[in-house]
């Protein structure tokens, strides 16, 4: 069942729940910090209003700077205002920034440590139609791996609005992820958001597995929960936002009755949340995993619930997951 | 602003310069790896910004309305070293640690190591960006701060460059001054041959910079230099300051072989043999001091 102390969206289940992208979310976050911090500056590679970045760029136009299509030069100038006393988001589309900018970002901001704040956009393969050029989905990975770096993959517009503005609490980089379709609304104003924590979206007294999904999958594995209910198999669902640090306490609890785990993410499963949580049970209770995501391959052009459906990510695809890994119980 | 520089002065800085090129040799030396020639071409230039031009406190390297110096091309940082030292941000004995466990002069700079490192450079390309962001937060904060951006020349290669220009010319950045270390020489060569740069004035004109030019090695001709590039309201300002190589001692000079090699490492025909390389330089330094003040009085 859905975990009533978590204050979630009654309706989430339902055909007509709310549904809004996660870089809306970007836009509000980043609005409200404008507004309240004035030190908050932010910058664009021609995607203002893709980002959602517009909503800050017109009310602080002092604070704002188009660098036009060049995200090496975005991110080493946003590196430049971060050891200046500001805290600067840079925005694109995350195979750009931090993709092309990789090297830039980690010499000029995470080992200088400023205080930059990496808005990547257009994750993962539910950028849908534009294909595999333009979605994202190795970006955790290749953030994860930089010391003093934290990683945030918000799973709907709510979320993400608490994790843009709380990003902004640390003085280190954060590496932020958001998606481009409107996704379902899970969590509501009032559900806890802390960076280092997770959530357990769907409870149970006996789990035989434990989910963990990050970003708008959570979704897709609520739905799986549900229907494995109905077939007589109890599984919790993890909602991990933060990817580093990763959440060590928790992970171990929620993994104390199942002793199995699933990871959910929409990104390859090499180097992001299932290799994350999979080098953490390694040193501590190493347990059978099955990972759903892109499983060494690129994505193509599509709607985002084909292509999530073709590449094994949707509800079937972690329905059978957690049944093998069930059957990989000793 | 820049003050003109006296007879006096300039001298004091010339004798200067001589020693921070002898303290390069012999910190590239206790180092056993670095690089030679760069360090050694941009000597008077580092002179005159510690010693003349920056606004600074080196006994408060964090003081908000400090002159910014950043050196992008980071593997100069030998020279950085040097005449920050010998300004009193840490003790000269430090030098000795360059390159080493613990230490914190890193092999190419790393700004939360050492107070006084504006930004942590290597790769290269990446400086005038961070001097933009640098001298942007200047204009939010309607602060007077100056800031001064050290490239490489063979770093022009570097795409990042010239989005960085672009955008200093369409923000008309007027608190940002460049200076290119015109030195001709990268690793695989001469600039011209590894990749055309010039017409270089032009190709910084046509992005809306001001440019002067001035002979890297002519203190005063430098700081009057920088002194006009204060005086340009409407845009940013390059100095293409054309060095020489390895400036100061003679096997060096001009020859691209010494670009990221310390004296003694290695046999390099023309030179010195192995083992008299560093005592060879020296000596030829230790006894430049009147032949630097001739060149320019000439």
């Known amino acids: ?330 | 602003m820049v003050d003109p520089i006296h007879d006096e002065k300039l001298r004091e800085l010339e004798i200067k310069a001589n020693e921070a090129r002898q303290l390069v040799i012999e910190t590239l030396i206790e180092a056993g790896s670095g690089h030679s020639a760069g360090p050694l071409d941009m000597a008077d230039i580092f002179t005159a910004f510690y010693f003349h031009i920056l606004n600074h406190d080196p006994k408060n390297p964090d003081w908000p309305d400090r002159d910014r110096l950043v050196l992008s091309n980071g593997h100069i940082c030998p020279i950085r070293y040097v005449t920050m030292a010998m300004s009193g941000y840490f003790p000269l004995d430090e030098l000795k640690t360059l390159r080493k466990l613990n230490s914190r002069l890193q092999g190419h700079p790393h700004r939360t190591a050492l107070p006084g490192l504006e930004t942590t450079s290597g790769p290269l390309g990446e400086g005038l960006s961070q001097g933009i962001g640098i001298a942007l937060a200047a204009k939010i904060d309607k602060k007077r701060y100056y800031t001064y951006v050290l490239t490489g020349d063979g770093e022009l290669d570097e795409g990042n460059i010239w989005e960085a220009v672009m955008f200093a010319g369409k923000k008309k950045l007027n608190n940002l001054t460049a200076v290119v270390d015109r030195n001709n020489i990268q690793i695989d060569g001469f600039t011209e041959d590894v990749m055309p740069l010039e017409d270089l004035k032009n190709k910084f004109r046509a992005f809306n910079w001001e440019v002067l030019e001035t002979d890297g090695h002519n203190i005063r001709s430098f700081i009057d230099a920088v002194a006009e590039a204060q005086a340009v309201y409407e845009k940013p300002t390059v100095i293409i300051a054309h060095t020489i190589a390895g400036k100061g001692v003679e096997f060096m000079e001009k020859d691209f072989r010494w670009h990221g090699m310390p004296p003694d490492s290695q046999e390099v025909t023309g030179a010195p043999a192995k083992g008299q390389q560093a005592k060879t330089a020296l000596d030829e330094l230790r006894t430049l001091k009147g032949r630097i003040v001739s060149e320019h009085q000439a």
């Open chain 1, 1 to 330: 069942m859905l975990n009533p102390n978590l204050k979630l969206n009654e309706k989430l289940f339902d055909k007509d729940t709310e549904v809004a992208p996660t870089r809306a979310g970007f836009g509000t976050g980043l609005l409200k910090l404008g507004e309240t911090n004035p030190n908050v500056v932010a910058l664009s590679a021609d995607l203002t209003e893709s980002t959602h970045a517009h909503k800050f760029a017109e009310k602080f136009p002092e604070r704002f700077f188009e660098v036009g299509i060049g995200e090496q030069n975005m991110a080493a100038i946003a590196a430049g205002l971060g050891v200046s006393g500001k805290i600067a988001f840079i925005t694109s589309y995350a195979t750009f920034s931090p993709g092309k900018n990789w090297e830039t970002i980690r010499t000029t901001i995470v080992y200088n440590q400023a205080n930059v704040k990496i808005a990547g956009h257009h994750a993962g393969i539910m950028t849908g139609p534009d294909g595999a050029t333009h979605q994202a989905t190795e970006d955790v990975a290749i953030t994860r791996c930089w010391p003093n770096i934290q990683v945030i993959v918000p799973c709907d517009s709510i979320e993400a609005e608490k994790a843009t503005i709380k990003s902004a609490d640390t003085p280190l980089p954060v590496y932020l992820r958001y998606t481009r379709d409107k996704t379902p609304v899970m969590t509501t104003k009032d559900t806890p958001f802390e960076v280092g924590k997770m959530y357990d979206f769907w409870i149970s007294d006996n789990p035989q597995v434990t989910i963990f999904s990050m970003g708008y999958m959570t979704h897709y594995a609520l739905l799986a929960a549900k229907e494995l209910e109905a077939e007589g198999i109890e599984v919790l669902v993890v909602n991990t936002p933060t990817i580093k640090p990763l959440d060590r306490e928790a992970l171990l609890k929620f993994t104390e009755k199942s002793k199995a785990v699933v990871t959910v993410e929409d990104h390859q499963v090499m180097g992001g949340l299932g290799g994350a949580i999979s080098e953490e049970l390694a040193k501590t209770i190493p347990l059978p995993m099955e990972f759903v995501g892109l499983q060494n391959t690129f994505g193509e052009s599509g709607t985002p619930k084909e292509l999530v459906e073709k590449y094994g990510m949707g509800v079937t695809g972690i329905k059978d997951a957690v049944k093998k890994v069930i059957s990989r119980k000793r």
